[in-house]
């Protein structure tokens, strides 16, 4: 059956949105890799250990500050576009308060744990990024539910440049460490002032403090903030127990490690972020809508998932040698484990967004908790002995066990079973790249990684004809 206009009409403007988004997320992923270059060489491994320490531990607090909320926005303003104004303004003042509430925890907190004063004192400067991208977050909910992501993209991408500056400017004018860690507070500000600025003329956003909506949006958003509670500590466990039992080295070298991977995955969340509005307004009224538009994101992560893990992990040295120099060797080996647990990541991120879509994110709390215990159990036995190579295998496996448990959700509660048929030729087509650069006889990233992305997608192009189907798809659009 051909399209309808509407349809075509909202593909477009999916398609717009995320190309739009990757575009911003390229030059975000250039003024992140500028900044860890720099923020490494200037710390050296221990210290930016600490500085890696400090932001898990604040970010471990901070997703108590979103509780969900802003999944629960961009969803009910999807299905209630009359609504975003109310919505966004009360979400706001929920955020703002929460916020503070736990950068007040986290600081007394910080000086309970059993670091040394150095750490907890960064521990208490990261709360201030952390408050301005929260009322950031919320604003660009606006943004999401309007598929005029193009704006937050700028808005951040304003944000990561003074960021960068602001490194810079610590690193000319030699200010250190603490220094070093509120320069994340100035991106963060800008990006929220930028963010405010072009969200106004979609919609009157101003802090609102209805009682009845923010009961409506607490009660929708407590299963979600939940489950995001779960992952984030699931996420940040490790480098916290790592720093308990292993040098603040190695603690460098792993956050090094899980940096680049969350860089690499700056264009997963572009995607993710386009379609989650989608998924909202199909899980009413085109069930059948809601389940190609799944197995489209399955088939796009899966794709770009493959080469990551497995190209990734012959570029793996060169990738850690140009973010951090020689100093940081060590975190080669955790980053090539990482990198596949990043590919697993992507898929997971789609069943979990059809489950919030749809409603059923209670459904899935057993397996976040499910998820986290494994992970620190078993971190809690691995790290000791094989340290950061070993924290990262547990993820590895902690996300092997969420895919399982997120397909078997998927079945019951979407009736939706993904086709793998996609994977077969991407393994091929990485395979084949991977050979070649490990075939080449120089080892410099800059020739690598054009080389193979092109490689890559040129063999899938022959080898898959989802591949083609779904480039034509999107130039057609």
């Known amino acids: 059956m051909a399209d309808s206009p509407a349809r075509t009409r909202l593909a477009r403007r999916v398609a717009a949105n995320t190309t739009a988004q990757l575009a911003g997320k390229a030059a975000v992923l250039l003024v992140a890799a500028g900044s860890?270059?720099?923020?490494?060489?200037?710390?050296?491994?221990?210290?930016?250990?600490?500085?890696?320490l400090a932001l898990s531990v604040m970010q471990l607090f901070g997703v108590f500050a979103d509780a969900g909320l802003t999944t629960i926005v961009v969803r009910?303003?999807?299905?209630?576009?009359?609504?975003?104004?109310e919505l966004v303004g009360n979400a706001l003042t929920l955020r703002m308060l929460l916020s503070l509430a736990v950068i007040a925890l986290a600081g007394l907190g910080s000086f309970v744990l059993p670091y040394e004063p150095k750490v907890q004192l960064a521990i208490v400067i990261a709360g201030v990024p952390l408050l301005f991208g929260g009322l950031t977050s919320t604003a660009t909910a606006v943004l999401q539910t309007e598929l005029r992501m193009a704006r937050a993209a700028i808005a951040e991408v304003v944000g990561r440049v003074a960021s960068f500056a602001a490194v810079i400017a610590v690193v000319l004018l030699?200010?250190?460490?603490?220094?070093?860690?509120?320069?994340?507070?100035?991106?963060?500000?800008?990006?929220?002032l930028v963010t405010w600025r072009l969200t106004r003329p979609l919609a009157p956003i101003a802090f609102r403090a209805a009682t009845g909506t923010w009961r409506s949006l607490i009660g929708a958003s407590l299963p979600v903030g939940l489950a995001l509670a779960l992952n984030e500590i699931y996420v940040r466990a490790d480098t916290i127990i790592i720093s308990a039992y292993r040098d603040f080295d190695e603690v460098g070298a792993y956050a090094l490690a899980y940096r680049i991977l969350e860089v690499t995955s700056l264009a997963g969340t572009a995607f993710l972020t386009s379609v989650f509005p989608l998924m909202s307004r199909q899980a009413g009224a085109d069930v059948a809508g809601l389940r190609r538009t799944l197995q489209t994101a399955w088939d796009a992560f899966l794709m770009l998932g493959t080469p990551l893990a497995i190209c990734g992990a012959v570029v793996a040295p060169q990738v850690v040698d140009l973010a951090a120099g020689a100093d940081f060797a060590d975190a080669a080996d955790p980053l090539r484990i990482l990198l596949f647990a990043g590919a697993l990541a992507f898929v997971n991120g789609v069943l979990g967004f059809g489950l919030i879509?749809?409603?059923?994110?209670?459904?899935?709390?057993?397996?976040?908790v499910v998820g986290l215990t494994a992970n620190v159990g078993l971190n809690l036995v691995v790290v000791p002995a094989h340290g950061i190579v070993g924290a990262a295998t547990v993820t590895v496996f902690t996300e092997i066990i969420v895919l399982a448990g997120g397909l078997w959700l998927s079945r019951r509660h979407l009736d939706f079973t993904p086709r793998v048929g996609v994977l077969v030729p991407a393994a091929g087509a990485a395979g084949i790249a991977a050979a070649v650069l490990l075939a080449l006889p120089?080892?410099?990233?800059?020739?690598?990684?054009?080389?193979?992305?092109?490689?890559?997608?040129?063999?899938?192009?022959?080898?898959?004809?989802?591949?083609?189907?779904?480039?034509?798809?999107g130039l057609d659009r």
Not at 181 to 191: F, N, R, S
Not at 442 to 471: C, I, K, N, T
């Open 36 to 52: 860890i270059a720099v923020l490494t060489r200037y710390l050296g491994p221990s210290d930016y250990g600490r500085y890696g």
């Open 174 to 192: 030699d200010l250190g460490f603490y220094a070093a860690v509120g320069a994340g507070g100035v991106g963060a500000a800008v990006t929220l």
């Open 442 to 473: 120089f080892d410099a990233l800059v020739l690598l990684a054009p080389l193979a992305v092109a490689l890559y997608g040129g063999l899938l192009l022959a080898f898959s004809p989802r591949a083609r189907e779904l480039v034509n798809a």
């Open 76 to 85: 009910e303003s999807a299905r209630h576009p009359e609504r975003t104004a």
């Open 357 to 368: 879509a749809t409603d059923r994110q209670r459904r899935a709390l057993w397996l976040n």
